[in-house]
């Protein structure tokens, strides 16, 4: 048994998180964008290219990243080793996780997955604006070939305008098929939750986390596998924007480099790979 990781990258830019701008002051810039995700490619390469970057869709920036300039990259994130998901923002800022739109959610997944797969992309990994999931979404994701959410962060809640619009409180550290009835529970969904890397010593987030804290964290994950005897998968977070400066993409190498000390990165594929043939044990 062993432990992996996932690295996967939000493609968020810092001006999407500004509430305080016009719609059209946060649209994102293509030749900054080109840069910073350039970046993550480059430095991916340290891990054997596998990445998983989530393509963003927002109203602010429906089509902006299935431009050909951002399809020409994310076929070559693909043939490098690396994978490509999708990352359904569905505005109004911080209130895409309203719940009850429930066909806004279908038709955000759907289209943008409908598009990337006639592109020749093929993803097959979710994960919701600010981290939000609800059961139903369980649903959308098999109906488009998507077997993997990444919107869990173990005991994370978000509440906003009196609506809890994230909520993971209780869910397990580990990889685990989800129920239909409750996404933070164990059942016989075909979708499968990768959780963000989470230890009472810290989690693996590059923005926030210090490195030490990352050391930590990647060590207690390992010392986790060794006691279950159970493949553990889990995610790194990371941002587009978080590769606009030197110091901080040295921060995500560092981070990489740690993780790599005490596990193996794999790609979404791997994982199916891996999680089908550990079920087909049991
Ligand atoms: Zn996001």
Redesign the pocket.
């Known amino acids: 048994m062993s432990l992996y990781f996932i690295f996967t990258i939000?493609g968020?830019w810092d001006k999407y998180f500004c509430p305080k701008l016009s719609a059209s002051e946060r649209q994102p810039d293509k030749k900054t964008l080109l840069a910073l995700i350039s970046h993550e490619i480059k430095i991916a390469s340290s891990i054997n290219n596998k990445l998983l970057h989530f393509v963003?869709s927002s109203s602010i920036a429906s089509n902006f990243f299935l431009q050909p300039e951002f399809i020409s990259i994310w076929k070559n994130i693909e043939t490098k080793g690396g994978s490509v998901g999708i990352?359904c923002?569905n505005e109004h800022f911080y209130h895409d996780c309203d719940r009850h739109n429930e066909e806004k959610i279908e038709k955000s997944i759907g289209s943008l997955t409908k598009v990337l797969r006639e592109k020749g992309i093929a993803p097959i990994s979710y994960r919701g604006?600010?981290l939000a999931f609800c059961n139903k979404d369980i649903v959308f994701l098999e109906k488009n070939g998507l077997f993997f959410d990444f919107s869990c962060d173990p005991d994370r809640f978000l509440w906003l305008d009196n609506k809890l619009v994230s909520n993971w409180r209780g869910a397990p550290d580990n990889y685990y098929r989800m129920s239909y009835e409750d996404h933070r529970k164990p059942g016989k969904a075909k979708v499968i939750e990768i959780p963000l890397g989470k230890t009472k010593s810290g989690e693996l987030c590059s923005e926030t986390t210090s490195l030490w804290g990352i050391w930590k964290t990647a060590r207690a994950l390992l010392i986790k596998e060794k006691e279950q005897k159970n493949n553990v998968i889990v995610y790194v977070l990371s941002h587009t924007y978080e590769f606009s400066s030197f110091w901080k993409r040295i921060k995500i190498k560092l981070v990489l480099l740690i993780c790599k000390k005490f596990g193996k990165f794999i790609n979404d594929r791997e994982a199916l790979v891996i999680i089908n043939e550990a079920e087909r044990k049991q």
């Open positions: 939000d968020d963003h990352h923002h604006g600010y």
